[in-house]
């Protein structure tokens, strides 16, 4: 649509309404007397003829309200005076403006199916989308309207950083979305070991297809029948070399845990920015690459591994894990010596970690939800989990403490009724202000169907 011809139009319309609802239009038949008229052009035209002429005293106000007319806006000297007219205008700017509402909010709706069709088209779905469905499609990757909004899909190139960004990065911090570790799904597993593969393929094959291509270009070209034979014969092994790499099996294309792969185009366009380059090339290196072990480790596989980490003094972890001889990752050792350090743990809350907890939730809560996996970059030395066990078993104010009410083991049966004498978490929200394992406490030592109640009989007390 041409915004300034609708607005020319729109503007010739008005002036035309104007015209025909203004007083002095012949088109308008306002009854007025001829004598009046005729004496209304007489006077004028007298006026017209001779301005010098005596005529009838002027009174103060009428000259003060003729150079107020004259100081007056050149727009409200065309405005009509007769009130009926003015009404009549006004109703024709309403008409006029609830048209143009009216299609502004067509365009809106026609705005709003295009996105849908769009947003159902980055999902790939196929077939037809479901009428009136309101959810984004199953496979739709959410990514795209998020953060960097200006993300190039391709290269995951963004926006230039501003100032306070270089600065927070000459300074080394971190945003949020940084620090955050997501864990891996199943299908994302699947997908990141089908991307190497493909890498690896690829990798493989473009130096052979070149080739490939060279010595075809270059058969087309030769005359000689030596040359044109030995030609064959290379565009025959080469065509073998092809047929080989595809047949390749999955642990080659695999290849060694430290290969280098473009991790960039898998960050962007497999898993579609997804995960980051980094991240993705740290799980594969450390976690995931099937020469790794995964079992779990053994007590004397940890008392090896506290031993090799003490002769090297606790650092060089790639020497530790090598020495080590289990298949273990460099991370993995590290992690696991971690966990079993006494030195790096808290076991009994501080006043001031309970203090500072209360006023990190209350800062940074939102509603119901509380962002444990932020709030725990505040609390050196706790984990995420320490953090949801403290705070819903002991510091929550919701929290009651005490005898149990009549009323609350009769909420407590029939969540039990309704999920399980199992997940504790859900059958606690039908119990407020009771956690989880209240919930399971007072269910297993007091109301369980197996136990006994009553008093107890004289063989019991003798047992």
Known sequence: ????????????????????????????????????????????????????????????????????????????????????????????YQEVIQE???????????????????????????????????????HVYIGHFMKPYFKDKVTGVGPPANEDMR????????????????????????LLRKSVMSDRLQRLLQPKLLKLEYLQQKQSRVSGEAERQLLEKQLRDTEKEIEDI?????????????DSHDWEKISNVNFEGGRSAGEIRKFWQNCEHPSINKQEWGGDEVERLKAISAQHGHLEWQKIAEELGTQRSAFQCLQKFQQHNKDLKRKEWTEEEDCMLTQLVQEMRVGSHIPYRRIVYYMEGRDSM????????????????????????????????????????????EVPGRSDAQCRDRYLRRLHFSLK??????????K
């Open 1 to 92: 649509m041409d915004t300034d011809a609708e607005r020319e139009r729109i503007t010739r319309e008005i002036r035309e309404l104007e015209r025909i609802l203004h007083p002095s239009s012949s088109d308008i038949g306002v009854e007025l007397s001829e004598s009046s008229l005729d004496s209304d052009s007489d006077a004028d035209l007298l006026h017209g003829e001779d301005s010098d002429a005596p005529g009838p005293p002027v009174s103060e106000e009428e000259r003060w309200g003729e150079v107020s007319n004259e100081e007056e806006d050149p727009k409200d000297r065309n405005l009509p005076e007769d009130p009926e007219t003015c009404l009549q205008l006004n109703m024709v």
């Open 100 to 138: 143009k509402i009216a299609e502004v909010n067509l365009l809106l709706a026609q705005n709003h199916e295009q996105q849908e069709e769009i947003t159902w088209d980055l999902a790939g779905s196929k077939g037809p989308k479901a009428k009136g469905r309101k959810s984004l499609p199953p």
């Open 167 to 190: 600065e927070k990065a000459a300074q080394g911090v971190k945003s949020f979305e940084e620090l955050l570790v997501t864990k891996w799904k199943s299908w994302e597993k699947t």
């Open 246 to 258: 595809h047949q390749l099996p999955e642990e080659a294309l695999l290849g060694n845990r430290l």
């Open 386 to 429: 320490q953090l949801i066990y403290r705070w819903t078993k002991s510091l929550d104010p919701s929290l009651r403490k005490g005898c149990w009410a009549p009323e609350e083991d009769a909420k407590l049966l029939q969540a039990v009724a309704k999920y399980g004498a199992q997940d504790w978490f859900k059958i606690r929200e």
């Open 453 to 462: 109640k009553g008093r107890w009989n004289p063989k019991e007390e003798e």
